[in-house]
T-cell receptor, first 113, second 113 residues
């Protein structure tokens, strides 16, 4: 087991472009989380999946953001019409049904220029 | 609503000395409490958790944390700091009925040789 995997690690995009990030959770973990972390801040919750169902969404997740987990395994986070304020580290985490703690990936650092 | 406070942006300690990183929390219901560490340019790594039982919990890399219900605190401690402990430390809380982790703003630990 190689832990939570995120791709890409870094993404630079022009303002207005769409970007998509992928997260592969630890196998057999049915819970998956997306967080956003800006410089000097703690991670902020974006959304949570249990299997393929998106059960909770933060108010931070504007209409430009969409997350999916179609088969209950990997997840994607898409940002449409990116803005400079979207520049941040996007973190994915997973946990088991019986687990309490979540395990994080290395993150995807997005820079919008 | 859940919240976490880490009153110190930075903690400086000499190598070999004991260290404490402070955390207080607010949550409805019984809390699950966590400490995560973030090394430079890395994702978050789980250090330890408190669910119930003994107020002193032990975790990875020689760290431990003390739960104090009356003071709603969960301070991270280590008897002897190492230079390699240089990192950002995040306290997090999760209500026992919920799934969302709420993180504090983080404390940067510097260990002076």
């Amino acid at each position: 087991d190689t832990g939570v995997s995120q791709d890409p690690r870094h993404k630079i995009t022009k303002r207005g472009q769409n970007v998509t990030f992928r997260c592969d959770p630890i196998s057999e973990h049915n819970r998956l989380y997306w967080y956003r972390q800006t410089l000097g801040q703690g991670p902020e919750f974006l959304t949570y999946f249990q299997n393929e169902a998106q059960l909770e969404k933060s108010r931070l997740l504007s209409d430009r953001f969409s997350a999916e987990r179609p088969k209950g395994s990997f997840s994607t986070l898409e940002i449409q019409r990116t803005e400079q304020g979207d520049s941040a580290m996007y973190l994915c985490a997973s946990s088991a049904e019986w687990g309490i703690e979540a395990f994080f990936g290395q993150g995807t650092r997005l820079t919008v220029v | 609503a859940q919240s976490v406070a880490q009153p110190e942006d930075q903690v400086n300690v000499a190598e070999g000395n004991p260290l404490t990183v402070k955390c207080t929390y607010s949550v409805s219901g019984n809390p699950y409490l966590f400490w995560y560490v973030q090394y430079p340019n890395r994702g978050l790594q789980f250090l330890l958790k408190y669910i119930t039982g003994d107020n002193l919990v032990k975790g990875s890399y020689g760290f431990e944390a003390e739960f104090n219900k009356s003071q709603t605190s969960f301070h991270l401690k280590k008897p002897s700091a190492l230079v390699s402990d240089f990192a950002l430390y995040f306290c997090a809380v999760r209500a026992n009925y919920g799934q969302n982790f709420v993180f504090g703003p983080g404390t940067r630990l510097s260990v002076l040789p």
